[in-house]
């Protein structure tokens, strides 16, 4: 009958390498550790204390286990295996070490090494750490990498212009009430109405019009003047009537 499940924790430890001694590397570097017990090169970590949370009792093993003091960062999964006849899950945050070590290695801990990913990998002694390792390390990056875009893809929020309004809107909302504004329109639209419906009288048409005012008046000038001709005329003949009249009488 399988007992209790083991709880563990540690870390996948990262720092940076300063490739300025020989043999120093360069990047970003990843601790494992080789256990005493058995030799195997494995991941810093180590088994819960009694009401002891998990991620500090990550934190806890893995600045025994390597000596360097850490920042803790983003919880990265958990493996399953069974150890024995339990079952035993170990959970996993990413972490940054400081450049030195500050402490010394617990005696379970027989080396550390600092190793670029890929040899890292090629390390571990355990097939599903090395899978874990894989894994999680390109997770954490794709979440970085998100991350960053996200902040640079944010656009500052562009200031609305506003619509310039047609001074007939803006007369009718300038009255007080919504219903005074309304009616205000209204009445400026009937106006603008009934001015277009107004008949428009071309400019060719007045023009026709005035040269006719202009004939009859010429008309009616020709026709004072015959008039006057032959007043005169009828005058000149009575005038030559009575003085032929006059000379036979004498």
């Known amino acids: 009958m399988a007992g209790k499940t083991i709880e563990a924790a540690g870390g996948i430890v990262l720092r940076q390498g300063s490739g300025k001694s020989p043999g120093a590397r360069a990047g970003k570097l990843i601790a494992v550790v080789q256990r005493a017990k058995d030799d195997a090169w494995v991941l810093p970590r180590g088994k819960l204390k009694r009401d002891e949370n998990p991620a500090s009792a990550a934190r806890r093993e893995v600045v025994e286990e390597t000596g360097h003091r850490v920042e803790m960062h983003e919880y990265l999964g958990a493996i399953t295996y069974r150890a024995g006849r339990r079952p035993k899950v170990v959970q996993f945050w990413r972490m940054e070490a400081e450049p030195e070590a500050s402490h010394e290695l617990m005696p379970d801990i027989v080396a550390v090494d600092w190793l670029p ?5 090629r390390r571990l002694s355990y097939p599903l750490e090395k899978l874990f390792l894989r894994y999680a390390i390109a997770r954490a990056l794709q979440k970085r990498s998100v991350k960053a875009t996200g902040a640079l893809g944010r656009k500052k929020p562009t200031k609305s212009v506003k619509a310039k309004k047609k001074p007939a809107l803006k007369a009718a909302s300038s009255v007080g009430s919504s219903g005074k504004a309304l009616r205000a ?6 106006q603008t109405e009934a001015a277009d419906s ?7 048409k007045t023009k026709t019009k005035n040269k006719a005012k202009g004939k009859t008046k010429n008309k009616g000038k020709g026709k004072n003047k015959s008039a006057k001709a032959e007043h005169k005329a009828g005058k000149a003949k009575d005038g030559k009537a009575k003085r032929g009249k006059q000379k036979r009488g004498k």
Do not use: F, M
Request: proline fraction near 6%.
């Open 117 to 121: 990913l890929k040899a890292a990998i």
């Open 185 to 190: 329109q209204h009445e400026l639209k009937r």
């Open 198 to 204: 107004k008949p428009k009288v071309s400019k060719n």
